[in-house]
């Protein structure tokens, strides 16, 4: 365990401005790290694939640019002394930013290329297989594999670049960028409605035919809001089924109501063929969020990737 003592004799010198000033101490900082984590003068030259008397002489002038003894060397063994100690506290994460930094620099430079896996909500998936879609053609090296699915999904785990999501975020360690609002709510054809009538309140649903996507969190369990007020209903299933699709087809042909994205159904309501229900109970949209495992070391395709949904994303009404 060190402490700021080694730092302090290192401060009661002269002040160093005057003698570091070229690249030359920040290489043999670099120099003096690997000798200290490896712990060997040779280690340290094979990893640098330097000469073993170039770390030796960088070790010297960096000692002496410090006024200070840094290692302790024998024949056998190399050792940190009490500011060596300190002093490479201070540089490793200095060190590490330095060639972050640079991987950065080179990653944007670099053609975007090779794998990008992505995944999104079902209700999202025309509106983001339409913008990657457009990626693929700006870089024809990018190989892209999409997956839909409103299950949760683990990025780190299943080995996704990025995932598009509604809600709060439960993994604090990925990294979020907020998009639009996703509303959702309940919709039910024309030819339905006529023919059984409206729910007026939620506990309606108990006498209706319901038609429930099980790739939802909501499964048979849909949830209502008014004002503070929440309440969960569980609905009459008619039919149930993994495919949104099938349930959008499914209310189109009168069969039923159904939870459907609001984006999702937003043509059909257009044009007439689905009615919004119980729309004064509509729980809020959710926030729709860009999600990815680290900021740090993204890969080019993942990082113009990420660029190109942060530009074109806009959630549709």
């Known amino acids: 365990m060190c402490d700021d003592r080694g730092m302090d004799n290192l401060r ?46 960088r070790l010297a002038t960096l000692e002496a640019a410090l006024e200070t003894r840094l290692l302790q060397r024998t024949t056998r063994s190399v050792s940190l002394t009490e500011a060596g100690e300190a002093f490479l506290t201070r540089v ?28 999104a909500t079902v209700s999202m998936a025309e509106h983001v297989g339409g913008i990657l879609l ?38 604090s360690s990925l990294i979020a960028r907020p998009l639009g609002q996703g509303p959702s709510g309940y ?29 939802s969190s909501r499964g048979e369990r849909w949830r209502f809001q008014r004002g503070k007020r929440t309440e969960e209903v569980t609905v009459r299933k008619r039919m149930v089924t993994n495919a949104l699709s099938v349930v959008r087809l499914a209310t189109l042909a009168g069969h039923g109501i159904a939870w459907i994205p609001a984006a999702y159904a937003s043509t059909d309501v257009a044009r007439g063929k689905l009615v919004p229900v119980l729309a004064s109970h509509w ?9 990815y495992p ?16 942060l530009a074109r994303f806009e959630m549709p009404s």
């Open 12 to 57: 009661t010198r002269r002040p160093l401005v005057a003698h570091w000033d070229s690249l030359a101490e920040l290489e043999a900082v670099r120099v003096f790290a690997a000798v200290a984590e490896l712990k060997s003068f040779r280690g340290a030259a094979v990893t640098l694939r330097l000469p073993r008397s170039t770390v030796s002489r």
């Open 92 to 119: 490793r994460p200095a060190l590490a930013a330095i060639a972050d930094a640079g991987r950065t620099v080179l990653d944007a430079r670099a053609e975007p290329r090779g794998l990008l896996r992505v995944t």
């Open 134 to 171: 457009e990626l693929v053609d700006r870089y024809p090296q990018i190989r892209l594999e999409l997956d839909f699915t409103d299950r949760h999904v683990d990025l780190v785990a299943e080995g996704y670049d990025i995932a598009l999501r509604g809600g709060a975020l439960a993994d």
């Open 187 to 215: 919709f039910a054809s024309p030819a339905y409605l006529k023919r059984r009538g409206a729910p007026k309140v939620p506990r309606d649903l108990a006498t209706h035919d319901c038609l429930v996507f099980s790739g």
């Open 283 to 291: 729980p809020p949209p959710l926030q729709m969020q860009l999600v």
């Open 294 to 309: 680290s900021a740090r070391h993204l890969a080019p395709q993942v990082r113009v990737a990420i660029e190109l949904l």
